[in-house]
């Protein structure tokens, strides 16, 4: 199994720019999640899907950042317009139906740098 | 407060040490804890998963979870070199809607 993959790996770009991650989920997973790794913060959830619905995205910092699940092996985070602040590493994971062990299995993450 | 509290370290610890890795909570409805180990410029893995209170052993790792004192611990022994990552404790009240700490980096030294 080639697990969750993530694209880019890296992005750099300017202030108020559209930055598009994007992520493929483990084939059979239920569940997918963004989330963001800051050296202050840590890992922070953003949003997770259910059968490609959108459970809770209580944790997505503002407007300018939008999550869809078209189907279920593809994922995109957006952020328009970027900002400095924006910087840090985006994860996606993914896991199987509810099993009770709470396993999610990661991407390797895109670097974002806003300049 | 944090949800979930965590040294960052740096903890530096020759090879062959016993180390040992914290964290506290503030949620009572936690009930999965786990520990995930997280490598440079890679994703989280999951190392061990305890529910509720108690210990479990796997090889050279224990957890130990107290839920009377909001507090969890993870034990290396025998550390190696390998284990040279940053160790992240994460909590679940059982809706796949995990917590994490902000992780504490161990550096052992061959």
């Known amino acids: 199994d080639a697990g969750v993959i993530q694209s880019p790996r890296h992005e750099v770009t300017e202030m108020g720019q559209e930055v598009t991650l994007r992520c493929k989920p483990i084939?059979?997973?239920?569940?997918l999640f963004w989330y963001r790794q800051t050296m202050m913060r840590g890992l922070e959830l953003l949003i997770y899907?259910?059968?490609?619905?959108?459970?809770?995205d209580s944790g997505m910092p503002e407007d300018r950042f939008s999550a869809k699940m078209p189907n279920a092996s593809f994922s995109t985070l957006k952020i328009q317009p970027s900002e400095p602040r924006d910087s840090a590493v985006y994860f996606c994971?993914?896991?199987?139906?509810?099993?009770?062990?709470?396993?999610?299995?990661f991407g390797e993450g895109s670097r974002l740098t806003v300049l | 407060q944090k949800e979930v509290e965590q040294d960052p370290g740096p903890l530096s610890v020759p090879e062959g040490a016993i180390v040992s890795l914290n964290c506290t909570y503030s949620?009572?409805?936690?009930?999965?804890f786990m520990w995930y180990r997280q490598y440079s410029r890679k994703g989280p893995e999951l190392l061990m998963y305890?529910?509720?209170?108690g210990n479990k052993e796997d090889g050279r790792f224990t957890a130990q979870v107290d839920k009377s004192s909001k507090y969890i611990s993870l034990f290396i022994r025998d550390s190696q070199p390998s284990d040279s990552a940053t160790y992240l404790c994460?909590?679940?009240?059982?809706?796949?809607?995990?917590?994490f700490g902000t992780g504490t980096r161990l550096l052992v030294s061959p």
């Open positions: 994971a993914s896991s199987p139906q509810p099993t009770g062990t709470g396993e999610l299995f």
């Open positions: 084939s059979g997973h239920d569940y």
């Open positions: 899907f259910n059968n490609n619905v959108p459970i809770d």
């Open positions: 949620n009572s409805a936690f009930q999965y």
């Open positions: 305890t529910y509720s209170s």
């Open positions: 994460a909590m679940d009240t059982g809706f796949q809607k995990l917590v």
